[in-house]
């Protein structure tokens, strides 16, 4: 259930950090030291992120004896994927980890009811012992298992936050970046299925911020990390990518989704496209808790001009997305279809 916000003064803290210097980890931990926080990492390469901070390289599905006796105010976990990692970590630190933050999912609900749903929404069944293997399929229930493991070894001492599709600098997934070079190359763009189908994102500085401000004022729960109110859709991200980004001309043409799949493509092709798995409905939660507990986000539109300056305006040849060519070829076969 939902916590409650604590004062919010900002002592300085002492924090933990599992995972530290990818996309997420790296804006928490970024956060945490301009907030003034000591930080300490846990993670298994050098690396010139967060140089003021104390780094412990080792892996964390090895020996965490390094980490006996240690005792921190806040622990946030952002690589758990398997319940067994929880449970070693806490047999390392115990108490000593202080608030234990997980960085969950909304991969972790059954088909929600209906638009707006909260935080009470029932979930997938947990993952059993014996799946160790992280897939798309076993990914939600899996961090189903985690949460489990989570409130059951730190108890009222847990918060557990689920962010939708995670935006930003340094996303090595290059989902919705894929689409703001997609976009800021104009022309005619192949927009998935249909413009109604719901989408939430959430910037990964928003994100960070909520984290840190959960670890910091000691808040428990269970939290929505998602940056727009139901209903927002594919359209809507679209049509403010094409103001954002898209030079004078672009234009989006909606292709349907059954005739998508009939050529083979899926999510897997066309990123952040549900590509007809009703779990999209998850794609509408409640942010509200988060907000009442230091949510603030900035508009897509910002997110979209910050990558963009990033990357630069040339589409990239590597990651995911449609090539040029294939969407080309697949909008001349939908015309000439209809």
Request: proline share 7%; with cysteine.
């Amino acid at each position: 259930m939902v916590g409650v916000l604590g004062d919010g003064t900002g002592e300085r803290m002492r924090l933990l950090a599992i995972g530290g210097t990818r996309f997420i980890g790296r804006h928490v931990v970024e956060t945490a030291s301009a907030a003034g926080h000591d930080v300490t990492l846990v993670h298994r390469s050098p690396t010139e992120v967060a140089p003021d901070a104390e780094h412990l390289l080792l892996d964390r599905d090895g020996d965490l004896s390094v980490l006996a006796g240690r005792r921190f105010d806040a622990t946030v976990d952002l690589c758990a994927y398997l319940p067994g990692q929880v449970r070693s970590l806490h047999r390392a630190l115990g108490e000593g980890a202080g608030r234990y933050v997980v960085i969950s999912s909304t991969s972790v609900y059954d088909v929600p009811a209906g638009p707006g749903f909260d935080e009470s929404s029932p979930t997938l069944a947990a993952a059993g012992p014996d799946v160790t293997a992280v897939t798309a399929e076993t990914y939600g229930p899996l961090k189903v298992a985690v949460e489990h493991a989570a409130r059951e070894l730190w108890g009222s001492r847990a918060t557990v936050v689920r962010p939708t599709y995670v935006i930003g600098p340094h996303d090595y997934t290059r989902r919705f970046t894929s689409w703001v070079e997609r976009v800021a190359a104009g022309g005619e763009v192949l927009a998935p299925g249909a413009p109604t189908d719901p989408l939430q994102l959430v910037d990964v500085r928003d994100l960070a911020g909520l984290v840190v401000r959960l670890a910091a004022d000691d808040v428990g729960g269970t939290f929505h990390a998602v940056g727009q109110d139901p209903p927002y859709s594919f359209a809507d991200m679209l049509t403010e990518l094409v103001g954002a980004v898209g030079p004078a001309g672009t234009r989006l043409t909606w292709v349907d989704q059954e005739w998508l799949l009939a050529q083979g493509e899926s999510d897997a092709t066309i990123p952040l496209w549900g590509g007809g798995d009703p779990w999209v409905a998850a794609n509408a939660a409640d942010p509200s808790a988060a907000r009442r507990a230091g949510l603030a986000t900035r508009p897509v539109t910002d997110s979209a001009r910050d990558l963009l300056a990033e990357v630069g305006p040339a589409p990239s040849a590597t990651g995911p997305g449609l090539t040029r060519d294939r969407e080309v070829e697949l909008l001349a076969a939908w015309h000439a279809r209809t």
